[in-house]
Structures are given as structure tokens and as C-alpha cells.
């Protein structure tokens, strides 16, 4: 069985490098180069003109933290294809669990039949949540989908209607889980109307104050609350880390109502910042935790882990055809594996280095660098505007590093949690001469 066979696999080496030869930044043309130019003229004309590419880069191979565009140009990634590649490009481990799996078996429904690897894996999401206790696992295909799995939970299992989320808060692109999403006007424009009975008050405590005293008092009554949604740190909202009150006091409001409090950790889950969960960083137990980004090193997934006792929901309530398969299984144990053999310190440790080497950015650039924050390796730089943001993003760009802005006026930073320290530091030189460049200097 896959599962036993990813665990005999002899022990991780945490700090899998980059092939030999396969360093960056290493860029042999100008950018975009020819064939990059080529392949985007195509790619214009067949995709859909909604997906929001930042910048001209065609990836064609990634190795360790390197990406290897379409013209042989190598770039140094502090995205990680969006906070995904956990484990870097073609960890051989996971590749080997990928490649295991597949030829035993592609795909059988999980939600039809006994998958053994769908039970494995949500065997080991139980033992890494935040939870005391036991939870049970709904396996998805993406972060949107367990975030709906979440909304569908709460509300069948409390029997309320209404779900609360916060201010710059972003949690997917389907009904559900956009009418939750209130980080850019720009996701619901034309799609409405929305789903009805979602509320938003500012993320951080000033924005419980507004719960209790507006929400609460003038809207909804809190006992109809059926869930209250948040992203520990917010990211796709800029990387906004709450003030140390915020989730402890959520948890108590959560349990004066009866209001089922979800943690969405799709982006900030699975060792991303220093901890497996950001929740950990505030001792907070949720009701339920999402996850999907990290979880498989990039082989589509997501998982809804919840408590057992709000786990009523009858058989056919909800499933996926497609949600857990399991060569996305046999990533994700080997991504857990991988993560606790060194890489959620890793994640610590580079954090800890990325922040330093960035911080003196304030007082360098004091006219255009307002903030250098985060946990981990989800770190944020705030510039004084959005142009300015998007403009050090193309400068690191043209210079073989690879970010990507989130929120107004952010930069973020999100490497895979294999990234040594000697790539960090240049990664961190490159963005700095990125800023410099932006300045004028
Ligand atoms: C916190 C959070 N939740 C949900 C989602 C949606 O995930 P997906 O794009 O896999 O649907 C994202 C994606 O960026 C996210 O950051």
C-alpha cells in the first residue's frame, strides 16, 4: 500500500538542494525571451482572459527552489507557484510517492468506494491538526472547495444561516467561498448577487469590537451565526498578521455563541510559518481547519479537518469524484513526512532570515518601504502604493527572482520551505537591488 511504502523510503534529507548546475539567479536572454514571447501570443489567444498573470515568465522546470523558464532563463522562487511547492520542484521523495501511486492506481472515486490512501492521509491529518481529540477529513481538490465543504458544515450541523468573514479576507473563486472573499472588490464585480447571510467586520480585535457591537447587535443575532471564517494571516490580503488578541478572543466569542470557528490555512497552513498551523502561533484550537495549498507539494488537494462530534452529516450531504485521488494522497503524505523531518524549521529559521536581511529596507528606503512582516516563510514587504509594489515585483523579475504582490501595496514573499540559507541570501540581495532599482538609486 502506497501509504506503508512512502514511510520506508529511507529518511528525508530536509535540505534538498538544487541539482547541480541548476542555481539562479541565470538568465540567458532578455525577458521575456523569444520563445517565451512566442508561447504567450499563444497562450493569449486560447486561455481565459480572467486569469490574472503578474508577469511574463513561462515555466517549463523546477529543481529545489529554481524555476527554469521556456528560453533556459533559471529564477530564484519566493513564490512557490502561489505558497504551493512546500517541498520545492521535483522533491525526489514526493516525486517517487507521486510516481509509486500512479502506477498502482490513478483514480477511484473516494467518495463511492473504500480509497485505502483517503483514510491514511486523513488518519495523518488527524494526528498533525491543531485539534485535542479526534476530527474526521473531507477531502476536496482545491482551497475553494473545502472552503464550501466548510460553509455547507457549519450551516447543516448548526442549522444557522449566517457565516461571518473579515475584511481583506480571501478564500476562493466559487459562490460560496467569493461572497466570503473580501480582499479586492474585484472578485465579485458582476457576479452578484452573492450568497446571502455573509457578514465581514475589520480583521484584528477592532474589528470584534464591530462584531459584538454592530454585527451582533444591529444585524444578526449571534445565536444564528453558524460560522465565523478567518485566515489566521491574512495573505492574499497582504499578509496582515493579527494583533495577539485577535484569535484567543475569537475563539471565546466562537464559544459564548455556539458559532462554529473555521480556520482557513489554505495558504498559511502546512508548516509555511514556522509552525504546521499559523493557528499554533496563538495557542487557538478551531472547529474546523482548511487546507489545500502546501498540503501536496502541488498535486491538486484540500482537505476539511473537523472536530468528529459536527460530523453528522448524512451519507450523499456532500462528496467529490475527483476530491482525495490518490496519487494527490501519496503527495501529501510525503509532504507531511518531509515537512516534520526539518522543513517547518526550516520555514522558522529562513523566515527569521528573510525578515532581517529585509528590514534594513526601512530605513534604506524610507520614501517607498513602509513594512517587512510576517511568520515564517510568509513574509510581506508594504511599499507606499500599489505601483510601487507592482513595480519592485517586475525589478525582481528582470532580475531572475521570482515574487508576487498580494493586498494593496505588498509584496509577498513565500519561498518553498526547502530554500537554504545561502539562496535566502540571494534572493534577499536581488530583491533589495529590486528596490533600489524602483528608487532610482
Ligand atoms: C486563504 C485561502 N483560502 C482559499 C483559497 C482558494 O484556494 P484555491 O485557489 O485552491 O481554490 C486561497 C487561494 O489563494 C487562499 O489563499
Redesign the pocket.
Known sequence: MSHVAVREVDPVDASAVPDAGFDAPHLVTELPGPKARAHIAFDERYTSPSLPRAYPIVPVRGRGSVIEDIDGNRFLDFCAG?AVNATGHAHPRVVAAIAQQAAELLHYSASDFYLPIYAHLAAELERISPFHGPSRVFLGN???EV?EAAIKLARYWTGRPYVVGFLGG????TYG?VSLTASKAKYHAHFGPLLPGVYHVPFGSAGLDELEQRVFHRLVPANEVAAIVV?PIQ??GGIQVPDDAFLPRLRRICDQHGILLVA?E??SGMGRTGRMWAVQHWGVEPDVILT??GLASGMPI?AMIAREHLMTWSAGAHGSTFGGNPVSCAAALATIMLLEDGLIENAAERGEQVRAALRPLLAAFPEHVRDVRGKGLLVGVQFDSGATAAAVEHAAFERGLMVLTAGDDVVRISPPLVITERETATGCRVFAEAVAAVAGR
Request: charged fraction near 25%; hydrophobic fraction near 25%.
Open positions: 502561489i482545491s482551497g475553494t472552503v480571501f478564500h476562493g473563486r467561498s485566515e495573505g492574499e482557513d489554505v495558504q489545500a495549498k484540500g
